[in-house]
């Protein structure tokens, strides 16, 4: 059974930056699409960010330009590099891993932006 493991997250100030990590345990790591996806307060989970096995990348529109994801099959792991953080960046991150009938996902990482 895969397991997910974030970090990264944490306390900055508008216009810094963060990088996430997530990091997952077994073997399909190489064939599995990672994903980035972000709960706010009182909103639902959304999509932030997902890279393919053949590392096709998808962002969503309100952090094109600003995140990259990014993924290395030796080390099991996907980054988010996010820049230019805004508030409305701020939520609990979690990491997706999706491969053949798995669906697994992490305990998520606090990201909070202030103004």
């Known amino acids: 059974q895969v397991q997910l493991v974030e970090s990264g997250g944490g306390l900055v100030q508008a216009g810094e930056s963060l990088r996430l990590s997530c990091s997952a345990t077994?073997?399909?790591?190489?064939?599995?699409?990672m994903g980035w996806y972000r709960q706010a307060p009182g909103k639902t989970r959304e999509l932030v960010a997902d890279?393919?096995?053949?590392?096709?990348?998808n962002y969503a529109e309100s952090v094109k330009g600003r995140f990259i994801i990014s993924r290395d099959n030796i080390k099991n792991t996907v980054y988010l590099q996010m820049n230019s953080l805004k508030p409305e960046d701020t939520g609990v991150y979690y990491c997706?891993?999706?491969?053949?009938?798995?669906?697994?996902w992490g305990q998520g990482t606090q990201v909070t932006v202030s103004s």
């Open positions: 997706n891993f999706r491969f053949a009938s798995s669906d697994v």
């Open positions: 077994g073997r399909s790591f190489w064939l599995a699409k």
């Open positions: 890279i393919t096995s053949g590392r096709a990348e």
